[in-house]
């Protein structure tokens, strides 16, 4: 899991979890999330940020990017990767 500001993005506070997702399964993957729980310089837990994709393909990755809304967020965590049911 990388914390990191867009590029060309000079001036903007935008900031994004960014990471890489592989579904190893021979089966399409519908509706999946990944909630990440954003934490601080000491480690607590500041907030959370989620990110979806409709569809995973077998065999395929989903680069997922999820925006962090609390600057203090230095670092990331999984909390959950849940598939539509």
Do not use: C, H
């Not at 934490?39 to 940020?49: E, F, M, N, P």
């Amino acid at each position: 899991l990388n914390i990191e500001r867009p590029r060309g993005s000079k001036g903007s506070k935008l900031t994004y979890v960014t990471g890489l997702m592989q579904n190893d399964s021979t089966a399409k993957r519908f509706g999946v999330r990944i909630d990440l729980y954003l934490l601080d310089r000491a480690g607590r837990q500041v907030a959370i940020a989620t990110d979806y994709s409709p569809i995973i393909e077998p065999q395929g990755s989903w680069r997922f990017r999820a925006l962090v809304l609390d600057q203090r967020a230095v670092s990331a965590r999984v909390k959950e990767i849940k598939e539509n049911e």
